[in-house]
């Protein structure tokens, strides 16, 4: 056991989360060894730089990440200045959050806290050192074997003590397909999907300008791809809009009106709301995609979009001849790497078993947000962990500072300290901090003018509010009412958000 103890602990990805998760180890004097698949960190985060974030500075910065960049460079370094934080009331898009964060923090991991960031690795498997799953004798001695292809070093094998899944879900992206699987033809029409954000008016503009898009999904990622469409078609003349949902109504995306806890929420919703009323965007509900047809001659531009629909009321047959989709179908786990690993993982979806029925988007949003750490993120192979995007599975409702919270518990358990392991809270406003209507308004710095704050109410399903009002969120009293078992409009015990005025999830679809 001596031997495994030195063994450093592995950290898969070097996002946000994982970073986070590397300096907290780091302060609690273990060794991290962080492995991304990526040229640099917060290489997913780059994917989508264009996006601003729903939370401001105040949220996006981990506590132990503050506390080393704060420290100022070490001697011998090549950094010259100190880090300087950002306004904390801004919000960030992603390559900010990547330049004066993500990557400031990884130079001060490596350079003044010990640890190891390998950049292009990408983790293959992740196994028990001498024995597959199957096996158990003598198993919780075992250290872990994370194969990896390192790229020029080609593939190679490291032993660790744990193991920190934060590879994000971002290059998981769910299929076309109503059944859980790709729509028939979608492989053979992959040069025709263009994910879920887009950079419309930016690096991507030229594939969009004139030409017809379908944007299929209802989150805030289908909402933000379609208003940057609105903005593009009037600019481009030709520039057409089609949205696709699978539900029978777009009311959940668009807010909860009267029965909306905050009033104004749905500066994101409205805006959408009155470009499908004005005839800018063509609305499609109860679509199922069965088929897709790429041009006959194979070098054609366009892809024909097959199934069934309901417009204006009325059902029947899809038959759309698009140049462009947008799938924004939301995102699943790679559990592929883990096969031999001994997980319990919830059968829907797909999360650590203990939080699963705080984020089962069937029934929640985010409006709803559940602290929790270590012992809620255990699995039958002790000292493996999936954390951040990762550990919601199937679920869109992940907010940040929640990650940063299970990576200080989790390093706090791996040190010994289990009375800090299970101090889990957040401190959040008291609406959350995933604000969509917020970054829809905020200017080109970041920041939300002050007669927006107060005309919004603050937010979104979990806005921002106008200066911080902090609540600790710790876990739901003894007797609370299951989750599961919440009425609608309701939030459960040791939860913090308003209520939306509609039926959380898509069960209110």
């Known amino acids: 056991m001596s031997t495994v103890r030195n063994l450093p602990v ?35 985060v780059a994917r989508w730089g264009h996006v601003r974030l729903f939370s401001p500075w105040r949220y996006d ?40 964060y993500l990557a400031p923090l990884a130079e001060a991991l490596v350079e003044r806290a010990g640890a190891q960031i390998r950049y292009g690795a990408r983790v293959l498997a992740v196994t028990k050192d001498g024995a597959d799953r199957s096996r158990s004798l003598g198993r919780e001695r075992l250290p872990y074997l994370v194969r990896i292809d390192g790229g020029t070093t080609g593939v190679e094998e490291i032993r660790a003590q744990a193991v920190i899944d934060a590879s994000g879900t971002f290059d998981q992206p769910n299929p076309l397909g109503t059944s859980g699987l790709p729509t028939l033809g979608e492989p053979e029409s992959a040069r025709y999907l263009a994910g879920g954000l887009p950079d419309v008016l930016g690096r991507d503009r030229e594939r969009f300008a004139g030409r017809h898009t379908l944007v299929v999904g209802m989150g805030h990622s289908a909402a933000n791809t379609l208003l940057s469409l609105v903005e593009l078609a009037e600019q481009a003349p030709g520039t057409r809009i089609t949205w696709a949902i699978r539900g029978g109504s777009p009311r959940r995306l668009y807010g909860g009106g009267t029965g909306d806890e905050l009033p ?3 500066l994101l919703g409205t805006r959408l709301r009155d470009a499908v009323e004005a005839g800018l965007v063509e609305l499609l509900t109860r679509v199922a995609i069965d088929r897709l047809e790429p041009a006959a001659d194979g070098a054609g531009d366009t892809v024909r979009v097959l199934g069934s629909a ?39 979806v797909e999360a650590p078993r203990q939080i699963a029925s705080l984020i089962d988007p069937n029934f929640h949003s985010c409006g709803t947000v559940p602290a929790h750490g270590e012992a809620q993120l255990v699995h039958p192979d002790a000292g493996f962990y999936l954390v951040g995007m990762k550990s919601y599975g199937r679920a869109p409702t992940f907010l940040l500072a929640t990650g940063y919270e299970q990576v200080r518990s989790i390093a706090a358990a791996l040190a010994g300290d289990r009375a800090a392991a299970d101090a889990v809270e957040l401190n959040l406003p008291e609406t959350g901090v995933c604000s969509s209507d917020l970054a829809m308004a905020a200017d080109a710095d970041g920041v939300v003018p ?12 979990c806005g921002t509010p106008a200066g911080p009002q902090e609540v600790s969120i710790g876990a739901a009293p003894a007797g609370a009412v299951p989750v599961g078992a919440v009425p609608a409009g309701a939030a459960p015990a040791g939860t913090v958000g308003f209520s939306t005025g509609v039926v959380h999830g898509r069960s209110g679809d």
Request: glycine share 14%.
């Open 10 to 44: 592995v950290v898969i990805g070097a996002g946000p989360v994982g970073l986070a998760a590397a300096a907290h180890l780091a302060e609690r004097g273990l060794e991290p060894l962080v492995l991304e698949a990526g040229a640099g960190p917060g290489a997913a």
């Open 61 to 100: 910065v981990d506590a132990a990440a503050r506390r080393l960049l704060g420290t100022g460079p070490g001697e011998g370094s090549g950094t010259t200045t100190r880090w300087a934080e950002p306004d904390p009331d801004a919000l960030p898009t992603g390559a900010e959050l990547v330049e004066q």
């Open 264 to 266: 104004a929420r749905g």
């Open 310 to 348: 309901r417009r204006d009321g009325d059902d029947g047959a899809l038959d759309l001849t698009v140049h462009t989709i947008a799938a924004a179908t939301g995102f699943r786990p790679d559990l592929a790497m883990l096969r031999e690993v001994r997980l319990d993982l919830d059968p829907v």
């Open 450 to 461: 002050p007669e927006v704050l107060t005309a919004s109410g603050q937010g979104s399903c």
